[in-house]
């Protein structure tokens, strides 16, 4: 059993070294990736959908699966990068740099930047100010409305964990060269660009409805 397991790892590598993955430096951190990723061919969707006759988009579902696993993954490094600062893990640190980086924002205006629905963004904010890392004033033009802005300690929070959100943003870019998180970085914007407009002007649309502008866009 142990000599057939050699064998069959040998003529992984093998496989490995006549693959385009393969480059001189390579180690074993890479050989353990391209693993993966041809088990994951082996396994793909593709496969799935052909063996159950749907016809599908392919590649606009390989996107779908791809942001959602990178998703997920971010938000595992995220809590981990900021175990030190446990009232921002979940999300909380979004608002509280965009409040930085844009103080005085309404409720509903801080949780639209952020991409939220309003029920998720409302208690983000609430953990915010229980947390006393923000206050909220009545706004000086209308006073049925409050504006938010950072605390004392919500500013100092902010500085603190400036070093940890770094290190997590140069972690979430992988391998990815200059070039690639340029290219990278144009494409998502692109992306969040058309959904942040079906977000703001779309919101209440069913996916029927957004299917109908996305095709004529």
Known sequence: MKTDFIIDLLHQVKEFENSSSFKPNSNVEDFRMWLNDKKYSEESPAKLFKNEHHQVSFTENEICKQVLLLSRYSKLLIRKGLNQFP?????????????KDEPFLTKIQLIEKNGHEK??????????????FVEEKNDE???????????????????????????TSILLSG?????????????LRKLNEFHAYLYSVHKNSDIGELQTIFVGS
């Not at 009232?87 to 409040?99: D, G, I, K, S």
């Not at 033009?141 to 290190?167: A, E, I, P, Y």
């Open 87 to 99: 009232e921002l893990a979940n999300e909380e640190f979004t608002y509280l740099y965009r409040l």
């Open 119 to 132: 029920q998720t963004g409302t208690q983000i904010i609430r953990r915010l100010l229980e947390a006393g």
């Open 141 to 167: 033009n209308d006073k049925r409305s409050k504006r938010l802005s950072l605390t004392k300690l919500g500013t100092q929070t902010f500085h603190d964990s400036v070093t940890n959100v770094n290190q």
């Open 175 to 187: 391998r990815l060269n200059g070039e690639e998180k340029s290219e990278f970085l144009s494409l």
